[in-house]
């Protein structure tokens, strides 16, 4: 009895369910789900997750503990979805020419007699079938490979990292849609479409990306972008700083070799894929890999070394451990 009185891992995550566990998880999806339908649109989908995250929640202590592990991502899908409750592009004025002309004065290419092109321009009128491939290939792992890492450290019993690992993945995303707010940035293949004038409610386009859907015939990028939370968030790129979180935490857990060689290449197709398919410019790449740099720091050495949100990490690691 003592010994139990004094466990520092809630009683919860060994199996047996909380009624504050229960309550918690319950108001929390009736906010989501409510909130979601009133300002964004209900989808099937979000009736579909809402049931799995309580099934799982409630059936087990082993997927409850999981389930709770996954909170950084889900309040990351969550974010992202309520962008399009209030679009960055009504907040500030958005950035058109000004970045087409920084990205052309600094990393202009000249073709012909004194052309200069953006990189984006010069991949547009060279480009090859398969650069387009390995595109596509780079750039569907943008998510998926980044989440399946979390999982891999989780089942691997690196409940420490794996949660560092999270939680930095999900600060990195606060800080980049912060960004997206501050200073509303056009992409690429907007100037190509649309050129400099701003028009409100434009879709998403698979831009360079288009070339590998056509090559394939799986339209993957088509329906990915025709859901896109909002055209106007280019500066920083969050496609270029997923996979550099992942490759820093596969060098800080215990990884093998090749994995950490291979979320290396797949960050660096990232990036020059990102460019490729003039979804960015080269500043945006470079602006994520900053983002990613300073939510690394902001957490390893500012936020870890103020006791009660170390308290609170380590609590949240014994739970799901």
Not at 163 to 183: D, E, K, P, Q, W
Not at 203 to 215: H, I, K, S, T
Not at 284 to 295: C, E, P, S
């Amino acid at each position: 009895m003592t010994a139990a009185r004094r466990s520092p891992v809630p009683s919860g995550s060994r199996g047996g369910l909380r009624r504050s566990e229960a309550l918690w998880m319950c108001g929390s999806l009736a906010v989501w789900l409510a909130v979601t339908a009133l300002c964004v649109g209900f989808r099937p989908e979000h009736v579909f997750l809402a049931i799995l995250i309580a099934a799982l929640f409630f059936v087990s202590g082993t997927t409850r503990r999981l389930v709770v592990a996954l909170i950084p991502f889900a309040i990351f899908g969550i974010s992202y979805d309520w962008m399009n409750i209030v679009p960055n592009y009504r907040v500030n004025p958005v950035d058109i020419a000004g970045l087409y002309s920084t990205e052309k004065s600094l990393f202009g290419i000249t073709v012909g007699e004194a052309v200069t092109l953006t990189p984006n321009e010069f991949f547009a009128l060279h480009h090859a079938p398969w650069m387009d491939a390995l595109a596509g290939f780079f750039y569907l792992c943008w998510v998926p490979v980044p989440i399946l890492f979390g999982l891999w450290l989780y089942f691997d019993g690196q409940r420490g990292e794996y949660l560092h690992f999270a939680m930095v993945f999900l600060l990195v995303n606060l800080i980049g849609f912060a960004g997206y707010y501050i200073h509303p940035a056009a992409p690429p293949w907007y100037v190509a479409s649309h050129g400099f004038s701003f028009i409100e409610g434009t879709p998403g386009e698979v831009a360079g990306l288009g070339r590998f859907d056509a090559m394939t015939g799986l339209g993957i990028f088509d329906a990915l972008y025709a859901r896109n939370a909002n055209v106007f968030a280019a500066l920083p790129s969050l496609h270029s700083a997923y996979m550099l979180v992942a490759f820093i935490y596969s060098l800080r857990a215990r990884t093998p070799l090749w994995m950490r060689v291979a979320w290396a290449v797949i960050c660096l197709g990232i990036w020059f894929t990102a460019v490729y398919s003039s979804h960015h410019y080269i500043i945006d790449v470079m602006a994520g890999i900053g983002v990613t740099l300073l939510g690394y720091a902001v957490f390893e050495y500012g936020l870890m070394r103020l006791r009660p949100f170390a308290r609170f990490v380590g609590r949240y690691t014994s739970y799901i451990s």
